[in-house]
């Protein structure tokens, strides 16, 4: 297997940080499109392991984590491959914490050590993403959303909106819950607790 050159480490996250927080988490078919151009080739050779060199220190783990966390999500968003490649996101960010290298990050690109233990369907990750940004990164609204993921995998198991992407049959509690406002009515619940 070829390996990638450490260099597309560095125009990851020079994207990344341009695009910055009014990007980050928008549904925005431009974007999208552009992330899918620029770096869908790249996931793949990624999800193939062809980028696993780059896990060898903080900015290099943090591009792969962005890689195979958040650019799926953009890339193949409402589909399966959106979630293909967390299993591996969170391999590396958990390297990552036992190194101590999100420490070295300070700013909003810390998060995205954290993101992959928020985006499992696992409790135990959604406690370690609470955890995490409580003691790492408890400014702005960042806590928040990291305890609306876990609450809504206490409730429910599962992420319910991605249900249809997955192809599973949504519980008519969880059809009630979409139908409610979903993710967003949890955060509303939980900042006026």
């Known amino acids: 297997m070829r390996k990638t050159h450490p260099n597309r480490a560095g125009e990851i996250l020079t994207f990344w ?3 910055g927080t009014q990007m980050w988490y928008r549904h925005d078919p431009i974007f999208d499109r552009t992330i899918r151009d620029r770096f869908g080739a790249l996931w793949e050779q990624a999800c193939d392991g062809a980028c696993d060199h780059w896990a060898m220190g903080p900015k290099g783990a943090l591009a792969l984590i962005i ?5 799926p999500r953009n890339m193949f968003r409402d589909s399966p491959r959106a979630f293909a490649s967390d299993r591996r ?4 960010a958990a390297s990552a914490l036992n190194h101590g290298w999100d420490l070295r990050l300070d700013g909003p690109l810390r998060q995205f050590f954290y993101l992959p233990y928020m985006h ?11 955890r995490l940004f409580k003691a790492r990164m408890a400014e702005g609204d960042t806590l928040l959303h990291a305890r609306a993921h ?4 206490r409730r429910y198991g599962r992420f319910p909106y991605r249900n249809a992407a ?3 049959v949504s519980t008519p509690e969880e059809a009630a819950f979409l139908a409610d406002g979903g993710y967003g009515a949890m955060v509303r619940e939980l900042r006026g607790a």
């Open 166 to 168: 997955l192809g599973r």
């Open 89 to 92: 996101a969170l391999r590396i």
């Open 150 to 153: 876990r609450e809504v995998i």
């Open 120 to 130: 499992s369907e696992m409790l135990t990750d959604q406690d370690r993403a609470v």
């Open 67 to 71: 890689l195979t966390d958040q650019f």
């Open 17 to 19: 940080q341009e695009a």
